[in-house]
């Protein structure tokens, strides 16, 4: 589950990271009182309107802009609020339709107050599952284009990988701050400001913490100004307040349907529908429906308990991308009876009414000759196969 900026903000706070001020606003009004609170509260008539939505890089695409008078902000929080914002990370990029700004963060400007004698730096907390380890990535290269830095200039990109078992020590904490080039107080904060975002990561259940920029004032002060959070989903019923949180307004609304169901959904960018239970066997399917020529429309578990009506509300997900050009239901029983989906298909078939896309059906396992059975009576359209390979001929001969 990934979290605003705002929201991202106030988790670290709780944990006493330093962070760069703001009030979240809705409105041009809400904005205007925000500004007028942040401007007494710094001393400074400069501010930073951010759009709030799950993607990075807003300010390449207008939705970050710095004010210094109250009809400036007005002017820009209305710019933003309401604007499809596009971004390299929206779905289809510069290019794509973007994503509705429904609010603004209204911040402080954390660059005083010599903005000269500030340096902006790269810091993220993530798990590197290679080595089964949390791992902290940070460089002195922080700012807009980190992507540009870990591929043309990997030299400047420091890794520090933590034992789960001994957790952060002192030690790796100093040896980022050391590596950044720091010093005196600057060198202080940031050993602090490494272990406080490490205690937030792990107290948190995160999958990601980005900090770009982690910003060090003239003064020696270590400032989140941005961050980018994830939490880890089966970790939310331990943080019933963090899980409040969700904003699905950012998510697709066909993966919040599919939650409801009970059924793991992703929508992909293919043409072949996958029903499959279990995560292996789906990511198997979909590794074989590209050998035989078609591309995943998506990556769907039914779970090991699908039955007739769950069955049913995975054939209506799947049916609403236009790009689907035929369904690949591939059901291997164990827990869950092949009869049971087979009956799920063929209810769902005569429910939904007049499926025009082919779909193809292989069930082994625990009564696979009972729901091939129900399959071939049931005078529908449905093509059976046995063997996995010939599940994803199938598919590659109706595409054609």
């Known amino acids: 589950m990934n979290l605003h900026e705002y929201q991202g903000k106030e988790l670290l706070k709780r944990y006493g990271v330093a962070i760069q001020e703001g009030i979240v606003a809705a409105t041009v009004e809400e904005a205007a009182s925000a500004y007028a609170k942040i401007a007494e509260q710094s001393g400074s008539n400069f501010a930073i309107v951010k759009a709030q939505i799950h993607a990075g890089g807003r300010g390449k695409g207008g939705g970050v802009k710095v004010v210094k008078s109250a009809d400036q902000l007005k002017e820009q929080a209305g710019n933003i609020l309401g604007m499809m914002l596009k971004t390299p990370q929206t779905p289809g990029g510069m290019t794509g339709p973007g994503k509705l700004v429904r609010k603004v963060l209204i911040a402080e400007d954390a660059y005083k107050p010599d903005f000269d004698s500030c340096k902006e730096y790269y810091m993220s907390i993530l798990m590197d599952r290679q080595k089964k380890r949390n791992v902290i990535i940070y460089s002195t290269e922080g700012g807009m284009d980190i992507e540009e830095v870990a591929e043309k200039t990997p030299h400047l990109v420091f890794k520090e990988h933590v034992d789960p078992t001994l957790g952060l020590q002192p030690f790796q904490a100093r040896k980022v701050a050391f590596n950044l080039g720091l010093s005196g107080q600057a060198f202080k904060e940031m050993v602090r400001f490494v272990g406080s975002l490490y205690s937030a990561f792990l107290g948190a259940d995160a999958s990601l913490f980005e900090i770009n920029p982690c910003l060090v004032t003239g003064e020696g002060k270590v400032i989140a100004v941005d961050c980018k959070v994830s939490l880890d989903d089966n970790a939310l019923y331990r943080h019933p307040d963090l899980a409040e949180m969700r904003d699905l307004d950012e998510e697709d609304p066909t993966e919040v349907e599919a939650k409801d169901f009970g059924l793991n959904y992703v929508k992909l960018d293919g043409n072949v529908g996958c029903m499959v239970n279990g995560a292996g066997l789906a990511m198997a399917t979909m590794d ?3 050998l035989s020529g078609g591309e995943p429309a998506n990556f769907l578990d039914v779970g090991g308990t699908a039955d007739a009506k769950r069955v049913e509300n995975a054939f209506r997900i799947i049916l609403r991308d236009p790009r689907v050009k035929a369904i690949l239901i591939n059901i291997f029983g164990g827990i869950v009876r092949c009869d049971r989906v087979a009956q799920g298909v063929v209810d769902a078939y005569k429910n939904i ?37 010939e599940a994803a001929d199938l598919v590659s001969e109706v595409l054609q």
């Open 288 to 290: 074989i429906i590209k």
């Open 353 to 389: 009414g007049d499926i025009k896309v082919p779909i193809i059906v292989r069930l082994q396992g625990t009564n696979a000759d009972l729901a091939k059975k129900i399959i071939d009576e049931s005078g529908l359209k449905v093509r059976s196969a046995i063997l996995l390979q």
